[in-house]
Nanobody, 123 residues
């Protein structure tokens, strides 16, 4: 099975920046993305990148987060800027075997998940 491993989570103050990385155990040509799960909240889609490099973002992070993928290294990255306390959550990397669909920000579209990396933003 495909394994995904996230890294880069940390504690930062409001306005700070972080860069998350996700490394897959094998090459994937389908849709890949980042989700986050805060206590008491749903697991929500944050950013998605297609095999061809097209990107989509949740409205709450547009203009602040940037997703990218490196096929040669089987890696997906998430650069986060201007972080806010509302961004605090466990961030999960997700991968699908199929191409990105209109439901690309829905967790049900993905077959493979990492264990998550904690991001904490304090005031």
């Amino acid at each position: 099975q495909v394994h995904l491993v996230e890294s880069g989570g940390a504690s930062v103050q409001t306005g700070g920046s972080l860069k998350l990385s996700c490394i897959a155990s094998t090459g994937l040509s389908g849709c890949m993305g980042w989700f986050r799960h805060a206590p008491g909240m749903q697991r929500d889609g944050v950013a998605v990148v297609s095999d061809g490099g097209s990107t989509w973002y949740a409205d709450s992070v547009k203009g602040r987060f940037t997703i990218s993928r490196d096929a040669a290294e089987n890696t997906v990255r998430l650069e986060m800027n201007s972080l806010e306390p509302e961004d605090s959550a466990v961030y999960y990397c997700a991968a699908a075997e199929k191409f990105c669909t209109l439901a690309k920000l829905a967790a049900s579209e993905y077959e493979y998940w990492g264990q998550g990396t904690q991001v904490t933003v304090s005031s």
